[in-house]
C-alpha cells in the first residue's frame, strides 16, 4: 500500500523544506521502506529549464532529461533514487496539459475550471507510478497563503479525504524565531500559519520546526494545543553544521517515530542510520584540506551550485579532507587581474557549467594558468569547451578559436548541436527553435579510450552521464587538437559529439561535456570528484 506524506511550509520560504523531505525519506529508507520524493511547483514557467540562475538557482537535470528544481538533487543525494520527469511539476505544466486538452476538445464542452480540473490534474500528476512505492514524500513548494499555491493545497486536501487518513499524512515545516529583546523563541508565526493551513482544511499531523536554539517544553505544548498537534508530533529541528547530519537530528528528535505512529507502523524495527554516522564522522574528522576556486560566472549565488558544491564534498568525503571552495569571479581576470596572483595558493581549479559570453574570456586565462602551472584542472560543460578554446588557441595554434554561442566565429571550435542520436531516435535542432526544454538533455552515453585518465577513473571505458548543453565541441578538429596535445578520451558512441578531453601530461586535466555532480552522491561520491580531489591533495603537498 502507498502511502503519501505532504510536506508544506509556512511563516517564511528559504526553510529548507526540500532537505527536510530528502531527510525524512533517507530515514524512512533506512527503515526498510522503498520511496519516492516529488516536488509541486507553483509558479507558472513550464519548468525552471529558461529561469536564470538568479531567479532559481540551479537546475537540476534527471535522467530521463527533464529540467527540475534543484530540491530534487538533494532527493536524489539522501536517497540514491534517482528522480524521474514526473517528479516535478510546475502551475505552467499542470495549465499547459489543461488547456491542452480543452483544445482538443478533451473536456466534451464542459466549462474548465481550477476546482476539479485542474486539481485533479494535480492529484493525476501525485499518484501516477506510485504502485511499488511504500511511501511518496512530496513537498509543496512556497508558503501557504501564497494565491499560486491554492490549488495545490486544495488538490492535497482532496487527497487527504479520498485515500483517508490511514495513506496520507500532512507535515508542516515552521519557524521559530528568537527575539533577543523578549529572551524567547516565539510560536505565534507558527499558530497563525497552521490557521492559514487549516482554514483551507488541511490539519497537520507534525510540525517540524525550525529554530537556532532548543525549543522549551512550554513552547512546544503551546504549539500543540493552538496547533491541534500531538505534543510528540511538534518536532524540534535545530540548525545542523552538516546537511548530511539531519537525517540522524530527524531521528534523535523522533520524526519518523510520529510517522510511523501515524500509519500504525509502530511495531517496525529501527532504523539502520550506519551510513550517515559514518559520512558525519568522515566530515567531522578530516585528515587535511584542499583549496578549490571555482572560476565562475554567478560566484556570489552558491544556489546555483548546489550539486558542484556538494560533489566536492563528497570528493572530500573519498579522501578524509576538507574542500575550501574559493569563488572566483572570472570576471576579474577580464579587467585585468593577474591569474597567476590570485590562484596561484588553491590546489585545484574548476570551470562549471556555464551560459553566455560574459566572463568567459576570464575563464580561459584561468584555465591557460591552470594548464602551465600543472594545477589540477576540472572543466564542467562550459569549463570543458573553454578548455578546448583554451587548447586551440595557445596549444594548437588556431587563432580566432571561439564559440559560436558568442556569435559568428572564424574557427567555431565550440558550436550549436544540431543533430544528435538518442537511444534510437535522431533528435535535430535549428537556430531559431524554442529555447525551453530543447538542449541535449539527460543522460547518454559515452565511450572511453582504452588506457586513457578517465577510463582509469571509472575503471571501465563505457559510461552514462546527464548533459545539459546545446553546444558541443566540433569533432572536425580532433586530429588538429590531438596532434597539439589534448587527447579526445570520451566520445558519444557513434564518434560524432566529443564528451571528454584530457591532457595526458599533466598531473590532472579533465574536461568533461556532461554533469557528473549530478550523480555523486555522499555514500557514493562520483569518481570524477574523489579523483580531483585525490590530484588537489597531492597539489597541495607540493605548495
Ligand atoms: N552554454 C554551453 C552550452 O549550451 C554550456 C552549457 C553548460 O555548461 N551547462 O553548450
Redesign the pocket.
Known sequence: MTRFIFITGGVVSSLGKGLASAALGAVLQARGYSVRLRKLDPYLNVDPGTMSPYQHGEVYVTEDGAETDLDLGHYERFTGVSARQGDNVTSGRIYLDVIRRERRGGYLGKTIQVIPHVTDAIKEFILADTEDTDFVLVEIGGTVGDIEGLPFFEAIRQLGNELGRDRTMFIHLTLLPYIPTAGELKTKPTQHSVKELRSIGIQPDALLCRSDRPIPEAERAKMALFCNVRPEAVIQALDVANIYMVPLAYHEEGLDRVVMEHFGLADAPEPDLARWRDIVQRVANPEGEVTIAIVGKYVELKEAYKSLIESLAHGGIANNVRVNLDWVDAGIFESGQDPVARLENVHGILV?????ERGAEGKIKAITFARTHNVPYFG????M?MAVIEAARNLAGIEGAGST?FGECREPV?GL?TEWVRGNRREVRGKDGDMGGT?RLGAYEAVLAEGSRVAEIYGTTHISERH?????VNVNYKDRLEASGIRFSGLSPDGELPEIVEIPDHPWFVGVQF?PELKSRPFDPHPLFASFIKAAVEQSRLV
Open positions: 562549471p557549467g556555464g551560459f553566455g564542467i560543460c562550459f569549463g569547451q554561442e565550440v548541436l538542449m545539459r548543453h546545446r553546444y558541443e554533469h
